[in-house]
């Protein structure tokens, strides 16, 4: 049974630092592509970062470049997001999602979700 379990959110002042963690259980990364997404209240779902393990490839948004990077532990079989220099419009709940199309930040194509873990940025 295919399986993702984000956990890591919370709150936090702007400036600061938080990393996601995306627990992957039913299959093993390799092959798939892991995306980071994001929603906001009123909001479409958007792309925030992906990791395409075939190659190690990774993606990010514009709005998180430089400030976000993903990784992941193949022992642990889970994909990270740190995020730091926190902004109040990185306020969102972030789902993890598997995928198959390298380098995608498209929600259509991830065929599998988390539960969601709210991330709010505020003072």
């Known amino acids: 049974q295919v399986q993702l379990l984000e956990s890591g959110g919370g709150l936090v002042q702007p400036g600061g630092s938080l990393r996601l963690s995306c627990a992957a259980s039913?299959?093993?990364?390799?092959?798939?592509?892991i995306g980071w997404f994001r929603q906001a209240p009123g909001k479409e779902r958007e792309g925030v970062s992906c990791?395409?393990?075939?190659?190690?490839?990774?993606y990010y948004a514009d709005s998180v470049k430089g400030r976000f990077t993903i990784y992941r532990d193949n022992v642990k079989n889970t994909v990270y997001l740190q995020m730091n220099s926190l902004k109040p419009e990185d306020t969102a709940v972030y789902y993890c999602?598997?995928?198959?199309?390298?380098?995608?930040?498209?929600?259509?194509?991830?065929?599998?979700w988390g539960q969601g873990t709210q991330v709010t940025v505020s003072s």
């Open positions: 990791f395409t393990s075939h190659d190690g490839s990774t």
């Open positions: 999602a598997r995928g198959y199309v390298a380098g995608s930040l498209y929600p259509h194509e991830y065929d599998y």
């Open positions: 039913g299959f093993t990364l390799d092959g798939y592509a």
